[in-house]
């Protein structure tokens, strides 16, 4: 790359005001260490490094975190965190998160007790040395992370997630005090005058929608933002929002808050020409090179022909950025990174006219989510109510409905199968359809096994009624388990037996079970597209233990397909948690 990078955090701008710039940027705003470190060919280790990391890619900016809250802190006494290593490198990656099922703060107690810092006993220096080594025409993007992220993470997923739906009191509090020291340390470092933009990293969303209900998120969450986006607005600086997953039903919002820009629009979840003609003349689009797919698993050829796409279909007019659907992971070849940024440098000169189909290669578009069946229920009880039941977690109502179809000479087992389950079937198809979110779901899930608990005792399923056995687990290296979880409860609540061997589970792991506890069907987790090849090591070494045909294999996870799950010879694959239930019960009834 024998370019002259001349950075310009004028044209950076411009594009965030969904102008044309001289030429389309670079927008990524993370990269991971060792992509870097390959990247300069030698270790990127001090701030002088960073910035010449980020100079010589040709970005026209360097990003910082502020550090602060981050990551969630587990004092002393209180539960500890996950560690996730990438086993490829060693330690060198490893990282800390906070695990979902416990958090550190989720109760007053803990609250009151939480070392909250304060701006005022962080160092700052490094805003200062900005300041005098920035090359000309470069600025710093401050990463002012996060709030709602922090909250769930520090509170515990499942535990945040019901406190929201039943009692709010301590999520408030935590809004009010985490929302308070991020806008306090906001304040404090923009008066630094290399700092040029504000990026919220705060994940709101999953594939196919927000993590929570959007009234919590306009409650609780966009009145920091707005405040913040006023003072950017004020002040001239730059203020981007970051969010994974399908935002569609809060992108007015976030208009609404102030933000210039969003990112990383997944291509999985948002079709990218779509946000562009419904919001594209008042929100600047970075991001959406695919990062499950081509950036990873592609060609550097492919990485060309799917910028040259992006810069002719957004580009025009300005208010795009190249950058890649989420980060610039450790799992990017470094030779698909350095494509992306060439590719950009070459097709993105203003004014864009690119002929359709100029560059040659595999490229990604946007696919709708698949249309999931409808199931038919034969509803022989009153479905309706158990459903309303299980939705509003009214635990003595359920009760109340189980004794009266009992009562009314009803086999508890039948009572189960032909009213909770189809109840909680129609819960799915809910959530399928964007009526209801996580929470509910995890909620309806527990109540229905609450309920199941009071009457352990009359419904004694006779072993050719059980739907079957499950063992359930995120693969080696993959720490994702919200979206397990809920395929879990899913699961129990269809009346399966399910044993969770948790995350990161090796593939041995996955195979002594299939071998003590012989369940029907193993059930493969995987979020990330370098994991998901650890759900083929797992078939093979079920293979290799002579047990592939004692076991059915069912895999599923935001990056893995139909197809992906033909290659490896999986024997079913589910999109979601409700698609999960039909598939086992279609893999049993073969
Ligand atoms: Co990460 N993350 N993450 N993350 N994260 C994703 C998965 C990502 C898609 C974001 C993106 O690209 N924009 C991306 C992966 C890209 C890729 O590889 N293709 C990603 C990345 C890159 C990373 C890190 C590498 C970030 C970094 O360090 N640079 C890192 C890796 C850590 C590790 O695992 N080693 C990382 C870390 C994390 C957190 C720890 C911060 C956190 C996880 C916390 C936790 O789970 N306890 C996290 C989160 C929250 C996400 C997003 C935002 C949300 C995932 C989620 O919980 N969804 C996610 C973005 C996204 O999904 N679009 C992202 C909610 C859940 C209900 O949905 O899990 O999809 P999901 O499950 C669905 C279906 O997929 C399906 O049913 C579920 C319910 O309907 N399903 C199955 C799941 N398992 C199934 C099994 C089945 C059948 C269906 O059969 C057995």
Not at 216 to 224: A, C, D, I, S
Not at 466 to 495: A, F, N, P, Y
Request: some cysteine; charged content about 25%.
């Amino acid at each position: 790359m024998a370019r002259e990078p001349k950075p310009d955090f004028e044209r950076y701008m411009t594009t965030l005001h969904c102008e044309e710039p001289n030429r389309v940027p670079l927008g990524d705003w993370h990269v991971d260490q060792l992509p870097k470190d390959n990247f300069m060919g030698e270790k990127v280790v001090t701030l002088e490094d960073q910035v010449d990391f980020w100079y010589t890619a040709g970005f026209d900016f360097v990003t910082s975190s502020s550090g602060i809250l981050e990551p969630v802190r587990a004092p002393e006494g209180m539960t500890t965190k996950g560690e996730a290593v990438h086993t490829e490198y060693g330690d060198r990656v490893s990282r800390e998160w906070a695990q979902e099922h416990e958090g550190v703060i989720t109760n007053w107690e803990q609250f009151e007790k939480y070392p909250w810092p304060s701006v005022d006993d962080f160092d700052l220096s490094k805003w200062d040395m900005f300041d005098k080594i920035l090359p000309p025409g470069m600025k710093s993007i401050l990463l002012l992370g996060k709030i709602y992220t922090f909250i769930w993470m520090s509170m515990g997923a499942e535990i945040f997630f019901n406190a929201l739906e039943t009692n709010e009191e301590l999520p408030a509090a935590m809004f009010e005090k985490v929302g308070q020291i991020q806008y306090e340390t906001f304040l404090r470092v923009i008066e630094y005058p290399c700092v040029g933009a504000v990026l919220h990293p705060d994940d709101i969303a999953h594939n196919t929608g927000l993590l929570v209900h959007p009234k919590h998120l306009r409650k609780y969450l966009f009145p920091w933002y707005k405040k913040i986006g006023d003072v950017c607005r004020d002040k001239g600086l730059g203020h981007i929002f970051h969010s994974d997953g399908d935002c569609t039903e809060v992108m007015d919002d976030l208009i609404d808050c102030g933000f210039h820009a969003f990112n990383p629009i997944q291509p999985k979840c948002m079709d990218i020409v779509e946000v562009k003609k419904r919001w594209g003349d008042k929100l600047c689009l970075i991001g959406n090179l695919n990062l499950d797919s081509t950036l990873t698993l592609g060609s550097p050829e492919d990485v060309r022909a799917e910028v040259y796409e992006r810069i002719r279909t957004i580009g025009p007019g300005g208010g795009y950025m190249v950058a890649s659907s989420n980060s610039i992971t450790d799992f990017v070849p470094l030779e698909n990174m350095k494509a992306m940024i060439d590719a950009t440098f070459e097709f993105g000169r203003y004014p864009i006219e690119l002929d359709e189909g100029g560059v040659k290669g595999t490229i990604w578009t946007y696919q709708a989510k698949p249309k999931l069946e409808k199931v038919e229920i034969a509803a022989e009880l009153d479905v309706e109510s158990y459903m309303s039941a299980l939705l509003s977690k009214n635990l003595p109502r359920l009760i109340e409905l189980v004794q009266k179809d009992i009562d009314s000479g009803l086999r508890p087992p039948d009572v189960v199968s032909k009213g909770m389950i189809p109840a909680m079937t129609i819960i799915g198809e809910k959530f399928q359809n964007g009526e209801i979110y996580i929470p509910e779901m995890i909620l309806s899930a527990k109540t229905m096994s609450e309920t199941l608990s009071h009457f352990k005792d009359q419904i004694v399923v006779k072993s050719e009624e059980k739907q079957g056995s499950v063992v359930i687990g995120t693969v080696k290296g993959d720490l994702h388990d919200i979206g397990k979880d809920l395929v879990r409860m899913m699961l129990e609540g269809q009346g399966y037996i399910v044993e969770d061997l948790g995350v990161s589970v090796d593939p041995e792991k996955f195979v002594q079970t299939v071998k003590e506890k012989k369940p029907d069907i193993l059930g493969l987790s995987a979020l990330l597209t370098t994991t998901m090849l650890e759900m083929k090591n797992t078939i093979d070494a079920l293979q290799e233990a002579g047990m592939r045909d004692a076991v059915k294999v069912i895999v599923g996870g935001a990056p893995v397909t139909q197809k992906f799950a033909n290659d490896i010879g999986a024997d079913g694959y589910a999109y979601d948690a409700p698609g999960a239930a039909q598939k086992c019960k279609e893999l049993l009834s073969r």
